[in-house]
């Protein structure tokens, strides 16, 4: 089998932020240390400044990378032919498996990454609130969803309500997704 050009160094890459996550999570950003990181992904140390300025370099890519495919994920599920319920739904199940993989870590690692994260990360947020949005307009297209809302304030709410349960997940995604029906239906 014949490797397609570029195909080892996406593996690699991949590696190393993969094997960056499981040390964050088993030691947390204090424990990060690039050795670990190296040994983990099956690299040189030095394999991992090929792709990678440095540390920080390296955590910025992880949020990217981790917060973009959550992105595609919810895209997929948005533009998916189904009820705008059952979408909803989805979306917001996928936004709290995210939040549980990141919790507590996301913020930290990004502060870690930048001097002032703040507008980056309100960069990448915005991608997810303009699929909530999509996602509202195409209800209010269907008659799931008032007319009268504004997509763009009530994606806003639903980003915020979405992302720090209180309760276990399925209980309070359950009563997350009560109360957005009785809230959104017309």
Excluded: N
Excluded at 22 to 47: D, I, N, Q, W
């Amino acid at each position: 089998m014949i490797t397609p050009p570029g195909a080892g160094v996406k593996d690699k890459k991949r590696a190393i932020l993969e094997a960056t996550l499981a040390v964050l999570r088993e030691r947390g950003l204090s424990g990060l240390k690039m050795e670990e990181v190296a040994r983990r992904a099956e690299v040189g140390k030095g394999t991992i400044y090929l792709y990678f300025r440095d540390k920080r370099d390296l955590l910025k890519a992880l949020v990217e990378e981790r917060t973009w495919a959550f992105y595609r994920e919810v895209e997929g599920v948005v533009r998916r032919k189904a009820p705008f319920f059952v979408r909803l739904e989805e979306v917001l199940r996928r936004r709290l498996a995210w939040v549980q993989e990141w919790r507590g870590l996301w913020a930290a690692v990004a502060r870690e990454a930048m001097d002032d994260p703040a507008p980056w990360l309100k960069g990448l947020h915005e991608h997810y609130l303009r699929l909530l949005e999509e996602l509202l307009r195409s209800g209010q297209s269907e008659g799931a969803v008032r007319t009268g809302l504004s997509p763009r304030t009530t994606a806003a709410v639903i980003a915020a309500m979405g992302c720090t349960p209180s309760l276990e997940v399925e209980a309070y995604l359950e009563h997350l997704m009560e109360v957005l029906r009785k809230g959104v239906e017309p």
